[in-house]
């Protein structure tokens, strides 16, 4: 279904960049599983390096919030930029990280209630306030 | 600027059910300030009420996101659906229920990981894989 | 503010493919008005040219949608892809066709609703039903 | 294939405030076909009401726009936002109430037609027209 | 899947217009084979013969980009927009005129990369600097 | 008009991190000129590092598209995106890499058309053609 070949275990084990890619992903998650994502990205071996340290740069980067927040927010991008992968991935990231499901339903609203007013916003073209103005 | 005129307060106080939703605007907010989209809104009385009842009910519902979380994943989808507006009303909110600048880069960086990836899983239609199915 | 020159008519004048689109849009519209988007596809003729070709089949097409129709759903594409311009634009052509303030009320309620249910739909990954499938 | 089971007429028994959202979808539109939009939404009841609620008034509503006019610009959101369960569903709709296959046609091209132009007044950053300002 | 029949060779060879139309994409292209966007339009036999005449003039119009480029930014708009059967033709259609593994890693890359400066910089609403206008 | 203060030289100064960053700019292109989305960027040094790093690496990475190229496909995301920031900079770096006027209208026109023909796919939910799988 993708537009490349989607890597196996076998062909990384011949490229040192994928492998140490996988294996780092393998580590740092605790856990064997190599999603689709990457497979698809190691065809372009330093794509794939680049893509990996940003994820694990934002999203385990010490900080404010907590990895259950960062991934309901990835959730929301993602659900507004039309990407079912990544909605269904980073849903059950969330879910691994502790998002219940009364925290899945508020979220699912309150993406639900900004796209009506972004929609409603754009359509009247609504000038800003200049209240909202940083000075 | 806008498509509609933007109702001043001399104006709403002659309709009874756009007085309605400003005056329980005010109350909720504990603010004097109407901000422009819903001036805009006004123009239809109905609509100002559904969408006032519903941004009420989702952004204030008791439940278990905080209200600083709540506004930062309404940036989240304001920014990926391209609502300057949005974006500028909604991150005003956040600071103003307590997001700190750190916060606020934790956020902005997040929303554009997402975007990276949600386009490169989109650019490869990489397809889902089956352990993130719900069984 | 254009990434390119908005043409004058005098430099349109110069150019023969581009003052035979600019006369036939001031025909077709028995108006003097050229408005910008011309002036900037007006850089690269044969764009220009096809362009309004498209423009004007689709939306002076005999068929069944009356005209007033047609500017309400161009309206909300312009909207849903965020073209603050072409929200402009159109707004003011489905007015001079006839939309009242109470259809326009309607038109921005369903834009909204609507992006309410896509984006919830798509935080689901609501499946198809079989039942909407033709056969 | 969602990231949220999907609630069965069973499992609705046992939760009033869900049995009574899927009671009234069954009587407003006259059919015994609860689609997987509200199976997936009835996870969460407050949110499910709400969702209902918002489509009823809104689609609903006495006023000017005819039923399948309504969803046909609830086709072009959906259409633009690249919902395919909701072009899909709405498309249903819209047959139900009327829509022809010719009046599919045109509005296919128009949201076509509407897609160029916002793209090229993007790619161009057309400034806006005094002309379209509201004053 | 569609929401319209794909129309097959026997139905096309009995509408003289879409026959016309099929039989040229089949000669232009020098391939026997029609994919389905042609099929689903054909429903319409004035927008089928519109678009591909928009097609052809646009794709395979004398210039200065050559016909792979062309194929590559088509892919970069294709997933902006999320349209993955888009994304999965052209993508074929640019590796049929040459494109590398190599290139198609780095166009992933770049539209990867340019979604995520889009959202940073929708997300902070970065003013234009004086410096890009065009004068 | 940003939702952050624009960082000025002498605060940037003071900031070795954003420092070494702007340095690294003025030093890779050759000018003096740092743009906005630098200077909001700079609120967060770490996040700013992070961007920088990775326009750097993949807009300059050795490889098989020419500067141009890479730009041209960097203007063709921006607009899908809506980012008219993202546009404006974009065209002038293709501009400054060679881009002609004539390529500019090439161009702007795969870009509608292929926004053109992603909507149409999507109101029509064409399913994807065997032919196009990869093996």
């Not at 934002?58 to 079912?84: F, H, Q, W």
Request: glycine share 6%; hydrophobic share 40%; proline share 4%.
């Amino acid at each position: 279904m993708a537009t490349v070949k989607l890597m196996t275990d076998a062909e990384a084990g011949t490229i040192p960049e994928v492998k140490a890619v996988f294996d780092d992903i393998r580590e740092t998650r605790g856990s064997d599983f190599i999603n689709n994502v990457w497979r698809a990205l190691a065809n372009d071996p330093e794509g794939l390096k680049r893509t990996w340290e940003q994820v694990k740069a934002v999203m385990a980067m010490p900080g404010a919030l907590d990895p259950k927040t960062r991934e309901m927010i990835y959730i929301a991008v993602s659900a507004a930029n039309g990407c079912g992968y990544c909605v269904h991935s980073h849903t059950a990231a969330a879910r691994a990280k502790g998002m219940t499901d009364q925290e899945h339903g508020e979220l699912t609203q309150i993406i639900g209630l900004a796209a009506m007013t972004n929609h409603l916003v754009t359509s009247l073209q609504v000038p800003l306030d200049p209240e909202f103005e940083v000075t």
